[in-house]
């Protein structure tokens, strides 16, 4: 086997962009923002996710001689908050049976369920060796550091069924994701359904912009502070509401803006001249991925709206096959 060595970075930004991003996102295959360096760094310059809010980065990074072939994101957590998997029940079994659940190994991409890649490795005709050897160095650093456990969340099927023939519990769950059949319109989309669908759909429609709302789609450089500071709003109060806390600061928001607006869309809806709701969303190079909602207002329909026609419409509008509207 090919020397390589394993090493641990204690933050994004000890590995460069380009080092990373050639593992995350090579070229040949589908960019997945959320795996881009500038993401991560966004998320961990902003203290969403930072040792002090339980999640410690602790990236492992695979080195051929000086070049980097894999690495992995991965963060120590002392709790299970913002996972989007639920394993409450094996922390329970571990306290009574009284052993530590946490620290615990985590690789994902904080506070966002999406599926793609965590064996991150570089378009090489060694890919299915290195994603084995980034495997086998995940075990051994686990056992090392002496964590209770390691996760790997939201795998592709392939790097799923890898961890499973290495020995690792599977589990699945569903998502709901719409595709593009070659629509150029929202509403040669609709023709594609029932009669009794169509006229729903037209329904809420209207009556999500039935009290005067205007809606917005705003990215790249017309991403101004101000939109994120309504945003912001909207997302701590229904943040709040929801599942009492909230998991990105708002300083996330304004690094995101600034890192990578081309990648970045905020639909927000606006009535009598001010901003009442609105939702982030991330452009990938197929896939509108949609991620968080918040509202100072509520009107019906206007949330299925924001977060799933406005989408669909967004990736018509710009030739994208699939939405994934998040959990």
Same mark, same amino acid.
């Given at each position: 086997m090919t020397d390589r060595t394993a090493h641990i970075l204690q933050n994004i930004t000890a590995i460069s962009p380009d080092d990373w991003n050639h593992c995350a996102n090579p070229a040949g295959d589908e960019y997945n923002p959320f795996l881009d360096h500038r993401f991560l760094r966004a998320l961990e310059e902003s203290g969403s996710a930072a040792a002090e809010t339980g999640w410690q980065p602790f990236h492992l990074c695979l080195k051929e001689a000086k070049t980097t072939v894999g690495v992995v994101p991965i963060? /120590?957590? +002392?709790? +299970? =908050?913002? *996972?989007? !998997? #639920?394993? +409450?029940?094996?922390a329970d079994a #571990?306290? =009574? &049976?009284?052993?530590d659940y946490y620290p615990k190994m985590q690789v994902s991409v904080p506070f966002t369920p999406a599926t793609g890649r965590r064996l991150l490795v570089s378009d090489s005709p060694k890919r299915?060796? $290195? *994603? *084995? @050897?980034l495997l086998h160095s995940l075990v051994q650093v686990a056992k090392q550091i002496k964590v209770s456990s390691l996760h790997l969340t939201f795998l592709p099927k392939a790097q799923w069924d890898r961890a499973g023939k290495f020995g690792m519990l599977q589990r699945m769950d569903t998502q709901f994701h719409w595709r593009n059949n070659g629509y150029d319109t929202f509403e040669k989309f609709l023709e594609d359904l029932s009669s009794k669908k169509r006229k729903n759909i037209r329904r809420e429609r209207r009556g999500a912009v039935a009290n005067d709302i205007t809606i917005e789609w705003i990215t790249g450089s017309d991403l101004k502070e101000s939109h994120w500071d309504a945003f912001y709003e909207f997302y701590i109060d229904t943040s709040n509401r929801k599942w009492g806390t909230t998991y990105l600061t708002r300083s996330f928001f304004s690094l995101i803006s600034e890192l990578m607006p081309e990648q970045t869309l905020l639909i927000l809806c606006k009535r009598n001249g001010r901003y009442i709701a609105g939702a982030i969303n991330f452009i990938g190079e197929k896939t509108l991925f949609g991620r968080n909602w918040g509202c100072r207002e509520d009107h019906r329909f206007l949330h299925f709206e924001t977060c799933y026609y406005q989408a669909i419409e967004f990736? $018509? &509008?710009? @030739? /994208?096959?699939? !939405?994934? &509207?998040? &959990?």
């Open positions: 963060y /120590l957590k +002392s709790h +299970s =908050r913002g *996972e989007y !998997v #639920f394993d +409450s029940g094996w #571990f306290y =009574r &049976a009284g052993g299915d060796q $290195i *994603e *084995e @050897q990736a $018509i &509008a710009n @030739q /994208l096959e699939s !939405v994934e &509207a998040g &959990a």
